[in-house]
């Protein structure tokens, strides 16, 4: 199956700061990913819809200039969490869309903690 | 907008049986996919089964098939003959079908235990 990596696996940052978060699809292109953010025991909650060559698209109530979201080539989608606070630690997963096969394949995940 | 429910939060079967969890789902839509989706203590999402709505036949991907029932929205996932490894979280989604990439929508998930 087609493959997703993000980096990093586990970030720690105080409070304040920014942290990127990369997604990567390995072995297709990707014209779409997702982000999503998935707080303990719950579900996978979608952030934004991020099109290479585009802005993305974020759902309502997600701050778009607080979680900036770069798609800049058809493998490599980062998020940025700027001014990074407590609430924010949490869960990021991103997808990528597989044309080919019509469908989303999940990278492993990046666990924020912000103090 | 639409919307995946998932009634069991968990659910515990005994190694080698047969556990059903529960999907329903609320569309106006008439064409659309329908997923299930697992993730193990790793946090990794994997696809477990993959449904087309306008398939009447429900599909099937070795030990794991699905009830669908379009016109109740319903939506449930059976695992036969459990193993250990079948233990995680199991998300039932829902996503539109327009040709392109499109939004999943998740259910709340349920944990399925499996026991010895």
């Known amino acids: 199956g087609a493959v997703v990596s993000q980096h990093p696996s586990r970030v720690i940052c105080k409070s304040g700061t920014s942290v990127k978060i990369e997604c990567r699809s390995l072995d297709f292109q990707a014209t779409t990913m997702f982000w999503y953010r998935q707080f303990p025991k719950q579900s996978l909650m979608l952030m934004a819809t991020?099109?290479?060559?585009?802005?993305?698209?974020?759902e309502q109530g997600v701050e778009k200039d607080k979680f900036l979201i770069n798609h800049a080539s058809l493998t490599l989608s980062t998020l940025t969490v700027t001014s990074a606070h407590p609430e924010d630690s949490s869960f990021y997963i991103c997808?990528?869309?597989?044309?080919?096969?019509?469908?989303?394949?999940f990278g492993p995940g990046t666990r924020l903690t912000v103090l | 907008a639409q919307t995946v429910t998932q009634s069991q939060p968990e659910m515990s079967v005994q190694e080698a049986e047969t556990v059903t969890l529960s999907c329903t789902y609320d569309t106006s839509e008439s064409d659309y996919y329908l997923f299930w989706y697992k993730q193990p203590p790793s946090r990794q999402m994997i696809l477990v089964i993959r449904q087309e709505a306008y398939k009447q036949q429900n599909a099937t991907e070795n030990r794991f098939s699905v009830n669908f029932q379009k016109a109740a929205k319903s939506f449930s996932l059976k695992i036969s003959d459990s193993q250990l490894g079948d233990a995680a979280m199991y998300f039932c989604?829902?996503?539109?079908?327009?040709?392109?990439?499109?939004?999943?929508?998740f259910g709340t998930g349920t944990r399925l235990q499996v026991t010895l």
């Open positions: 991020s099109n290479e060559g585009s802005k993305a698209t974020y």
């Open positions: 989604a829902y996503r539109p079908y327009t040709g392109t990439a499109s939004k999943l929508t």
């Open positions: 997808s990528a869309y597989a044309r080919q096969v019509n469908e989303q394949f």
